[in-house]
């Protein structure tokens, strides 16, 4: 168990580094708020991509102090 989540934890860097230039990126950002998820479509939010990615990007937008 200890080697994957040394590998684990050494990897969130290069996702937080992701999620900052995508972020940071305003075609990305307007293109995904502009994205719609389809709540008649059966399937599970929390499991959306996209959808997470909104939700992360407008707390970001937000929060920022």
Known sequence: LFPY???FRSMTCY???LLQALY????FRNALYKWKF???A???ESKS???Q???LFLNLQVNIL
Do not use: A, G, K, V
């Open 5 to 7: 989540t040394t590998l």
């Open 42 to 44: 059966n399937i599970d």
């Open 53 to 55: 990615l909104q939700r």
């Open 24 to 27: 940071m990126t305003p075609e």
């Open 38 to 40: 389809d709540f008649d």
């Open 15 to 17: 996702l937080n580094s």
């Open 49 to 51: 991509i996209p959808f």
